[in-house]
């Protein structure tokens, strides 16, 4: 739990001290699994005496720490940012976070959205799980070894039964684990199948105790602790965000934690039992379940609620306020609530305790979802009725004299309505997402016209689709999409983990451009946020090769008569803007950025600069979102942003006059 805590608070300095949740996965298999060995469940009723104490030790804590955090989140979290936190409250309280992580993990645009108070659930919620199968599985072993050591009449021992059983759920679990690593890190990380094996291996070694197993000798018991000592060690201190992790990686600290448990140390000269027995040791281990819950909802709202990044004496003072409340918690509910004699003697009751923290969680969440929805409903109404003058909305108070651009109106479309408004290419599931082998074509304006435009590149074209739909109705051209997320329209390899993902990536290029040629298309607007590295490309040298591989796809298209026209990437946000201007509606300002910030390059716009056949054109809008060296995330009463980066549906819609101006230039005039 230290090591947890220390990361959490301190991740650069702890690199690899995300590891400590599977120390305490390989420890929370061991002593459930040694219990279950002790006292195997024999009957029903058996089994439900054991979820009843798990009920009564683990749910009243994770209930109340729930309850405060949802207050603490709707008193000073951005509203942005509530409707998600409570869904995943409810997840939380149903222990399935984890599946909700592992879809959003996968979610190009929610993978980049601010950490949730309760997504330390997820360990919890694979911990939960397993104790609902982990006694089912003993069960149907012993009663497996039962009946055939009656029907054979030979020796009754459960444990060849026991170790086949264990043995191939680590083997399974382990594998299915090396393999999603290697193939969707991201859910990796969170789903159950790929983290029981952890705790099996908790389990394996409580098994080989149980049945008399001992490392030989005082001196090599010694050596096996301090050995897997130092694998966790090691782990702690060496691994870092870009280890493969679980996956095989994880067979250090958890092989580690294994050798610790198996050599049995207490008692043995020269072993670590001594350090680890010490009483601040000992105490932080009889509070760390508490400590657990308590700490992360703190790392995350604590800098929001004070206004500011925390520094080491406030990481001190939080650290140890954190260890209070964990000794309260622990004595005041945790052990008030696991000892209490009517609950004790009660199944029912005990089960009474679960349904009734589960559904004051659930309760309070929907409750604070549907607040949410209603605020949200109320402001979307009012967003509908400002939209009737156009005069300075939006992109117009930048483009016509006269307007006040910043300050000049109020804010129209709330944070918490600007999130939500995504172009519709999200809501019709345009996307190639990964692993980029899907290859989806959606159709926008007249469909039966017969001036073809292709929309091509990552989300930052997908987000032009508003403005370009109803320009293409205007102009009868049929618009069809060629969007992916992630990827930019090279055909070189970008650098993406896992390596896979790469050739798919390059492959999915190679089908668009192919694609878009063979359709004969008349216009290709493209437009791409170059963020990837490209594989063996020095940082440095990034831009140059990037361009020149745009370059050569550019030429592709012009060589088979297709004009382009390439929109520069628009300034990023930097933060997530509508998290920003919820914090500062007094002053949306505060949320502004210098445009040498703002900027990223754009290798793809200077690529088309330097195009010579005529036949390709540069839109750059940077001054629809820029002035005086300032780049801003409010413009004309509209939040301009849905995240980091992303442009509202709404604000592209102002920006219709200038790309339909470009078009007319591209194409021709409007034929009347």
């Not at 219990?35 to 089994?47: A, E, I, K, Q, V």
């Not at 602790?225 to 095989?248: D, I, R």
């Not at 020149?548 to 060589?559: E, G, M, P, Q, S």
Request: charged share 15%.
């Amino acid at each position: 739990m230290t090591v947890v805590l220390l990361y959490h608070f301190w991740p650069r300095r702890l690199t690899g001290g995300y590891v400590g949740v599977d120390v305490f996965f390989v420890i929370s298999g061991f002593l459930i699994s040694s219990h279950l060995f002790r006292s195997p469940p024999t009957d029903l009723r058996g089994l439900a005496a054991f979820w009843a104490r798990r009920v009564r030790r683990l749910l009243p804590a994770a209930t109340v720490v729930l309850l405060c955090t949802l207050v603490a989140a709707v008193a000073w979290l951005p509203q942005t940012q509530l409707p998600q936190v409570a869904r995943e409250l409810a997840a939380a309280a149903l222990y399935s976070e984890n599946w909700v992580l592992a879809h959003s993990a996968t979610d190009y645009l929610a993978a980049e959205s601010a950490p949730s108070p309760v997504q330390h659930y997820w360990s919890l919620s694979v911990e939960e799980q397993y104790y609902l199968f982990w006694p089912i599985l003993i069960f149907l072993l012993y009663r497996l070894s039962s009946v055939r050591a009656t029907r054979r009449r030979g020796d009754k021992s459960p444990t060849p039964w026991l170790a086949a059983g264990l043995g191939a759920v680590f083997v399974s679990s382990l594998g299915a684990s090396i393999h999603l690593t290697s193939t969707n890190p991201p859910a990796a990380y969170f789903v159950t199948h790929t983290r029981v094996w952890e705790l099996a291996l908790g389990a394996l070694v409580a098994l080989a105790l149980h049945t008399g197993w001992r490392v030989p000798g005082a001196p090599l018991r010694a050596a096996a602790a301090w050995a897997g000592l130092g694998l966790m060690t090691w782990a702690c201190l060496t691994f870092t965000q870009a280890t493969a992790f679980p996956g095989a990686a994880a067979l250090v600290p958890t092989v580690g934690t294994a050798l610790v448990l198996a050599a049995d140390g207490d008692g043995v000269a020269w072993s670590p039992s001594g350090l680890l027995g010490l009483r601040p040791s000992q105490r932080l281990g009889d509070v760390s379940y508490s400590v657990y819950l308590w700490h992360w909802p703190v790392v995350v709202i604590a800098p929001v609620a004070l206004g500011r990044t925390l520094t080491w004496p406030v990481k001190l003072v939080l650290v140890a306020l954190v260890l209070v409340v964990a000794a309260l918690s622990k004595v005041y509910v945790e052990d008030t609530v696991r000892r209490a004699p009517t609950l004790v003697r009660s199944l029912p009751r005990s089960f009474a305790v679960a349904a009734v923290s589960i559904s004051l969680v659930v309760a309070s969440s929907v409750a604070t979802v549907a607040w949410t929805d209603a605020r949200q409903a109320a402001d979307r109404a009012a967003l509908h009725a400002a939209l009737s003058d156009t005069t300075c909305l939006g992109a117009a108070a930048l483009r016509n004299k006269g307007c006040a651009p910043i300050q000049g109106r109020k804010l129209l479309n709330s944070p918490s309505v600007a999130r939500d408004d995504k172009p519709g290419v999200y809501a019709d599931d345009c996307w190639s997402n990964n692993p980029f082998t899907r290859h989806r074509v959606c159709t926008y304006g007249d469909s039966g016209g017969k001036t073809r435009v292709a929309l091509l590149g990552n989300s930052h074209a997908g987000h032009w689709q508003p403005a370009l739909d109803p320009l293409a109705r205007e102009r009868h051209w049929r618009l069809d999409t060629y969007l992916v997320s992630q990827c930019y329209t090279v055909t070189i390899p970008i650098d993406l983990k896992p390596a896979a993902l790469s050739g798919n990536c390059t492959r999915w290029n190679e089908w668009a451009i192919d694609s878009i040629i063979k359709g004969r298309y008349d216009l290709v607007v493209m437009s791409n946020r170059t963020w990837q590295p490209l594989r063996g490309v020095a940082r440095a040298d990034k831009p140059r090769v990037a361009e020149a591989a745009y370059r050569d796809v550019l030429k592709r298209f012009t060589d088979a008569g297709i004009r382009v026209m390439v929109i520069r990437d628009v300034p990023s946000a930097v933060t997530e803007a509508p998290d920003c201007v919820a914090q500062h509606l007094n002053d949306v300002t505060a949320c502004d950025n210098p445009a040498s910030k703002a900027l990223e390059s754009d290798p793809l716009a200077a690529a088309s600069r330097a195009d010579r056949t005529g036949m390709v054109t540069t839109l750059d809008l940077t001054d629809r979102f820029c002035r005086a060296g300032t780049c801003h995330q409010v413009i004309g009463g509209l939040l301009a942003y849905f995240d980091h980066g992303h442009l509202t549906a709404t604000f592209t819609r102002t920006l219709e006059p200038d790309i339909g101006a470009a078009l007319d230039r591209v194409m021709g005039p409007r034929q009347p």
